[in-house]
Nanobody, 121 residues
Framework: QVQVVESGGGLVQAGGSLRLSCATSGGDFADYVMGWFRQAPGKRREFVSAITWTSYTYYRDSVKGRFSISRDNAKNMVYLQMNSLKPEDTAVYYC???????????????WGQGTQVTVSS
């Protein structure tokens, strides 16, 4: 089973950018679709973006055109470049690995501890 560790969160003003990283170990990285989810206080964890081994990408509508997901298969790393950040993007961001339904958090086998992203207005 793959293990993941997220990093790169922080505090940024609206309109700013952050790049999240997800380091993976164990398992076979090629077996997994890697995804980013986020959870704001009092809300459910929601899908943000995902990427397949062949770099096919998925995004939730509210981040299309602003966020970009990528993966480095040689380094077993996944990245989420977040531009034009908005206060409503504030949440804890989690990286996860799935071999099943991409937009359903329940199908993810592994989660990291999360990284806080705070966007001030």
């Amino acid at each position: 089973q793959v293990q993941v560790v997220e990093s790169g969160g922080g505090l940024v003003q609206a309109g700013g950018s952050l790049r999240l990283s997800c380091a993976t170990s164990g398992g076979d990285f090629a077996d997994y679709v890697m995804g980013w989810f986020r959870q704001a206080p009092g809300k459910r964890r929601e899908f943000v973006s995902a990427i397949t081994w062949t770099s096919y990408t998925y995004y939730r509508d509210s981040v299309k055109g602003r966020f970009s997901i990528s993966r480095d298969n040689a380094k077993n790393m996944v990245y989420l470049q977040m531009n034009s950040l908005k206060p409503e993007d504030t949440a804890v961001y989690y990286c996860g690995a799935t071999r099943s339904i991409i937009r359903d958090s329940a199908t993810y086998e592994s989660w990291g501890q999360g990284t806080q992203v705070t966007v001030s207005s």
